[in-house]
């Protein structure tokens, strides 16, 4: 069974940085679509970014040249850094992973597994 913790979130002010980390542990795919996820209230969930299991990676356009995303192998975590933040970006951010490669488009119901979420807030 497939388990995601995240870690890193908090609060900044805008334009700073945080770098959240989400752990996989469990059972193992080779072919995948790990990605973060986030959600504001009262807003639909909205992906931010996504690792395929071919090693490419997928930026939302909201936060295209802002936030990277990446894989830890050695530490088997997910990584999301998130650089010049705005208040827009206040969300709770989750990580979470499909079958389904990223190259395929999966929609959030198409991810079988997702982590508890951890909180983001910028503040003006």
């Known amino acids: 069974q497939v388990q995601l913790l995240e870690s890193g979130g908090g609060s900044v002010q805008s334009g700073g940085s945080l770098r959240l980390s989400c752990a996989a542990s469990?059972?193992?795919?080779?072919?995948?679509?790990m990605a973060w996820f986030r959600q504001a209230p009262g807003k639909e969930r909205e992906e931010v970014a996504g690792f395929d299991s071919d090693g490419s990676t997928t930026i939302g356009e909201s936060v295209k040249g802002r936030f990277n995303i990446s894989r830890d192998n050695a530490k088997n975590t997910l990584d999301l850094q998130m650089n010049s933040l705005e208040p827009e970006d206040t969300a709770m951010y989750y990580c979470a992973l499909s079958r389904i490669r990223c190259i395929y488009h999966p929609r959030p119901q198409h991810f079988g597994w997702w982590g508890q979420g951890t909180q983001v807030t910028v503040s003006s």
């Open positions: 469990g059972s193992s795919y080779s072919t995948y679509c």
